[in-house]
């Protein structure tokens, strides 16, 4: 595989076949419209991300019982975690070192972080 993470993960796509779904919006950043999700991959020179914005901002109320269950909800999640990024919004997320990293495991984490986002976006959004 190349070494270069942007070059591996556009091989990828196409082995998925999904590289006409998918759109670059920077050199190391692809997004997919999955579901009611968008999934974005990141790739750096160690890993590759798979993220999608759920929630824009905490709710006001119950913010540590909000947390506490996204905290909670991280252990079911097929290896995919919630983040609370520093503008407030709450992603889930999941990351794979890229030297190891095939078709089928892009594939696998692009699904479930879309799969989860579908999940919880609308479970996320009736706190707010």
């Excluded at 070059?7 to 190391?28: I, S």
């Excluded at 790739?43 to 590759?48: D, G, K, L, R, T």
């Amino acid at each position: 595989m190349s070494q270069d993470p942007s070059a591996t993960v556009e091989k990828l796509f196409g082995e998925l076949g999904v590289a006409d779904k998918v759109t670059r919006v920077a050199p190391n950043i692809w997004a997919l419209q999955k579901g009611s999700a968008v999934v974005q991959v990141v790739a750096a020179p160690e890993f590759v991300v798979a993220t999608s914005k759920l929630i824009d901002r905490l709710p006001e109320k119950n913010k540590e019982q909000f947390l506490a269950g996204l905290l909670q909800a991280n252990q079911s999640m097929l290896g995919a975690f919630f983040t609370l990024e520093n503008d407030g919004s709450v992603r889930v997320n999941q990351v794979l070192p890229i030297g190891w990293l095939q078709a089928a495991e892009l594939g696998f984490v692009v699904g479930n972080v879309a799969n989860q986002a579908d999940a919880w976006d609308d479970k996320l959004r009736a706190y707010l």
